[in-house]
């Protein structure tokens, strides 16, 4: 017996929510068309300035505009998706770029009893004090500053209370509603909702685990030790759980403040030069890169002008082999070899449905060429990087989340460098791990350990090879070896046929009954009303009906367009 999974109150207040909100902007969708905005009296717009206003916004900033107004969830939705060229069209991804994670500090939130009641302590065993008032606030989490029983100064990110129920709710609503356009809007389609849903699941799940954060902090320390150019802060790993974490507070000016810079004597140009040194070693070497390089997100201290970043909540990972891949890329486009690009490209892509392989060269070609008169000095990485990504979108050429994160990253961190130093070129920065990723892939011992690793595959498969064929032999012997043989379009085509041949049976039955019609006509055979036979009549009314409902099948069926 089927059963009815009933929806409980928060879902059920989540959709109507939801369907509110979407019914509100999707009448202002239909209404802003030219041709249906003419209707709209001017009398009416006159006296209704909000609707006016609403009216003159674009499709895509009424999308953000549901975003914002349907919660957290979805403008951390909408921030995530921000950098996916691969899934949304370029307009839309610049609207999502404007979504903002600022929202109200919880009222009545009592900070102590919060912290007693995670961590299982009393407050007084471990803290002098905690502020009660958040020096900041977001989606997911409150932060505030606090002191420790050794007198050192540590903040305490909380998670909201309910925030992963309010998430589970908003995701099993994001999942239906995408499941639902998926196959009933072509349109929707288009911007593959369920895989979006899935991603952004993957997404918040991670930042929701603080722990994980926790442990980013200790690998990202432990790549940069010893390097007296940066700082990592601290984490107390005794007073963290998966909804709270305690690290050291950081005293430091934002990198975006530059005339606090300046008036400390610490200069833009050299803090610009050696924060994307350092972002492009968490890159090329470590390949373990922190996801959102915001200038919010980098300090300067002053006492020994290191740099340091926080919140590594979003970071990166690339595979061993992926960032091999990843330092060719780099080479192959230096030296404008396009045929190998599209080689990486199709060996680190999660999905490749490239149409044209010509159009793809040619695309790539241009990118490679109209960089390739510039100077170094003059090269903008993110005017590169938005070409590439428009041209990864065209071509429907899917890279790895992240890889998008890390070309977002790319752009953000260059931008950073722009700020501090107007002169500023990434390429210099660049230069020194082209040369070294050159001597790497002629080193001895690259080409050494290649060829063990070459050697060793060969190994296995001699190994696998004999019980492998034998297996094959046996299933021939047993007659149960099967070969599965697909037909790709062979079910379109069977549709376009049946539809051929049941159009073609109508048009036989019509040219039937308009013959047979008009010899009874023609022969004047009894009954007769008003001197024409009735049974004449009939036949050619039937063949007009059967007529008509041919030629609205074959419009409903596009069957007119090029």
């Known amino acids: 017996m089927a059963s009815i999974k009933l929806l409980n109150k928060k879902q059920i207040i989540r959709y109507h929510k939801l369907f509110g909100i979407l019914t509100k902007y999707g009448f202002e969708d239909i209404m802003a068309h030219n041709k249906l905005k003419k209707l709209v009296p001017k009398s009416y717009l006159t006296n209704h300035p909000d609707a006016q206003k609403l009216l003159s916004f674009t499709k895509f900033e009424r999308i953000r ?4 107004e349907l919660g957290p969830t979805y403008v951390k939705l909408g921030q995530i998706f921000s950098n996916r060229d691969d899934m949304l069209p370029p307009d839309l991804i610049k609207e999502l770029a404007k979504l903002q994670d600022h929202v109200p500090e919880l009222k009545n939130f009592n900070v102590n009893e919060v912290v007693e009641k995670e961590l299982g302590i009393s ?21 505030h500053k606090a002191k420790l029983l050794t007198g050192e100064n540590v903040v305490l990110k909380i998670q909201r209370p309910d925030i992963q129920e309010v998430i589970e709710s908003d ?78 507070f950081i005293t430091g000016v934002k990198v975006s403040e530059i005339a606090t810079l300046n008036s400390l004597n610490i200069n833009p140009v050299k803090v610009a030069k050696v924060g994307v040194d350092l972002y492009l070693q968490q890159v090329i070497e470590y390949g373990f890169f922190h996801a959102d390089p915001h200038p919010g997100n980098i300090f300067v201290l002053t006492e020994n002008q290191q740099i340091c970043f926080i919140d590594f909540g979003m970071m990166g990972s690339i595979m061993p082999n992926d960032k ?58 993110s ?19 992240y890889l998008y994160m890390l070309i977002r990253a790319l752009i953000i961190i260059e931008g950073v460098g722009l700020k501090l130093d107007p002169a500023f070129s990434i390429t210099d920065n660049l230069q020194p791990y082209t040369s070294k990723i050159t001597k790497k892939r002629f080193s001895i011992k690259r080409l050494f350990k290649k060829n063990l690793n070459r050697l060793q595959d060969i190994s ?46 109508f048009a036989v039955i019509i040219a039937a009954l308009s013959i047979g019609s008009s010899i009874l006509v023609i022969a004047k055979m009894p009954p007769l009303v008003n001197g024409i036979p009735l049974l004449g009549a009939i036949g050619f009314l039937l063949s007009a009906i059967l007529g008509f409902y041919i030629l609205i099948s074959i419009f409903r069926n596009n069957q007119f367009k090029n």
Do not use: W
């Not at 979006?196 to 799940?205: A, C, G, P, Y």
């Not at 428009?390 to 890279?399: A, Q, S």
């Not at 599965?484 to 049976?505: A, Y």
């Open 324 to 381: 091999e891949a990843l330092s060719n890329l780099l080479i192959y486009f230096l030296k404008k070899d396009v045929q190998k690009i599209i080689t990486v490209l199709e060996r680190v892509a999660v999905k490749v449905e490239v149409s044209d392989y010509k159009k793809l060269k040619y695309d790539l070609y241009e990118l490679v060429e109209g960089f390739s008169d510039t100077s170094l000095q003059d090269i903008k990485l």
């Open 460 to 505: 296995d498969l001699i190994e696998v090879l004999p019980n492998d064929i034998n297996t094959i032999l046996k299933k021939i012997k047993e007659g149960k070896l099967v070969i599965v043989h697909e037909h790709k379009g062979l079910n379109e085509f069977q549709e376009t046929i049946n539809k051929s041949v049941n159009r073609l049976v």
């Open 65 to 68: 505009m549901v975003l914002e």
């Open 383 to 401: 005017t590169i990087l938005t070409q590439f990504k428009t041209i990864l979108y065209e071509n429907k050429i899917t890279l790895p989340h």
């Open 171 to 248: 995701i099993l609503v994001m999942k239906q509603v995408a499941k639902t356009l998926q196959k009933y809007s072509s349109q929707a389609k288009a911007f593959q909702p369920m895989l979006i849903v899935t991603s952004f699941e993957k997404s918040i799940r991670e930042e929701l685990q603080f722990l994980k954060e926790v442990g980013n902090m200790e690998r990202f320390t432990k790549n940069f030790e010893g390097n007296e150019a940066i700082y990592v802060p601290k984490a107390y790993r005794n007073l963290c759980t998966d909804k709270l974490i305690c690290m050291e």
């Open 123 to 143: 407050i007084s065993e471990h803290f002098i004090s905690i502020n009660p008032k958040p020096i900041a606030a977001a989606s997911l989490a409150q932060v």
